[in-house]
C-alpha cells in the first residue's frame, strides 16, 4: 500500500493522480458564444451536482497554456453568463478531442475544425449539431480562490435536449472510453 500526501507533491502530479483515477467522467464540449464568435472547448472535469437547483459544475482554467489570455471558456461565461453543454457521443470524439487545441480568442474551433452548430433557442449560444444530449445554462456562480489553477463553475441548467439514444464519451486518465450497461434496471 502506497499513502500520497498531496501537500508534498506538485500540482501536475497531483492532476495525473486525479484523471487517472476519478474515473469514467463524462465529456462536457462547452459552447459559449462572445462578440460573434463561437468557442467550442472539451471539459473532463465536468459533472452534475445538484438536482434542487440543477446545477452542472465544470471546471475551468484560468489562463491558456502557450497563449497569456484567458480560456475562452471561462472569459466568455464570465461575461455573458450563458453556455450550451454538450454531451459527446462516440462517433464525434476525435473530432471533439480536436476542440481541445490552444487558439487565439480570434479563432472558432467550430470554423477551423468544420463543426456544424444548431441553435435551438435564441438565448443561449447553440449546439454541436448531432449531440444527442445538452443543457442550455446560466451561469449561477464560481468559486475562486487565488492558489486555484481551475476554477470551479456551477451553471444551473435552464433546459436541456434530449434527441433519441446516444453513448456518451468518457475520458480515462489520458484517453476516452466507451462506457456500457453492466446490468438493465428496466
Known sequence: MQIIDFNEIESKERYKLMAGNIIPRPVAWIVTENNGIINVAPFSYFTGVSS?????????????????????????????KKASVCLVPIEMYET?????????????EAE????????????FPPIVKGCK??????????????????????????????DGDFEPVARVGKGYARLCDIEDKK
Not at 434542487?52 to 471561462?74: A, H, N, Q, Y
Open 52 to 80: 434542487k437547483p440543477p446545477l452542472l459544475m465544470v471546471s475551468i482554467g484560468r489562463k491558456k497554456p502557450t497563449i497569456d489570455e484567458p480560456k475562452d471558456t471561462f472569459k466568455n461565461i464570465k461575461e455573458t
Open 96 to 108: 471533439m478531442d480536436k476542440t481541445g487545441e490552444v487558439l487565439p480568442s480570434n479563432i472558432s
Open 112 to 123: 477551423k475544425f468544420g463543426i456544424e452548430l444548431e441553435r435551438i433557442d435564441e438565448n
Open 133 to 162: 444530449r445538452a443543457f442550455l445554462c446560466e451561469l449561477y456562480g464560481t468559486f475562486e480562490n487565488e492558489e486555484m489553477a481551475t476554477i470551479p463553475f456551477f451553471l444551473k441548467i435552464e433546459k436541456m435536449i434530449i
